[in-house]
Nanobody
Framework: VQLQASGGGVVQAGGSLRLSCAAS????????MGWFRQPPGKERDFVAT????????RYADSVKGRFTISRDNAKNTVYLEMNNLQPEDTAVYYC?????????????????WGQGTQVTVSS
């Protein structure tokens, strides 16, 4: 599986962005997907995850109520809708895929990673 993340950019605090992650291959619907982020000089952290059918989701406490993960298996794409962005959301955002249907919050559980897209939130 190859993953291509896009949609990052520069926004002011309170603004919104929608990230997309397009996957290659015909088995996308069998993978749980996740979004992670890595602020400058820090480790990569969990943001959100979704089960392969899309019914189950989990979020980091820091983004609950502001971010929404979703997927369109017909388009082989997972999304991250980000609202009310704050400067602390500034990071490189990565999408990832793991075999199986169960969502997971741990980076080591994922088998494939995209290249990352930069999100910068100015105050």
């Amino acid at each position: 599986v190859q993953l291509q993340a896009s949609g990052g950019g520069v926004v002011q605090a309170g603004g919104s962005l929608r990230l997309s992650c397009a996957a290659s291959g015909r088995t996308f619907s069998t993978y749980a997907m996740g979004w992670f982020r890595q602020p400058p000089g820090k480790e990569r952290d969990f943001v959100a995850t979704i089960s392969s059918p899309g019914a189950l989701t989990r979020y980091a406490d820091s983004v609950k109520g502001r971010f929404t993960i979703s997927r369109d298996n017909a388009k082989n794409t997972v999304y991250l809708e980000m609202n009310n962005l704050q400067p602390e959301d500034t990071a490189v955002y990565y999408c990832a895929a793991r075999r199986g249907s169960v969502p997971n919050i741990y980076t080591q559980s994922y088998d494939y990673w995209g290249q990352g897209t930069q999100v910068t939130v100015s105050s």
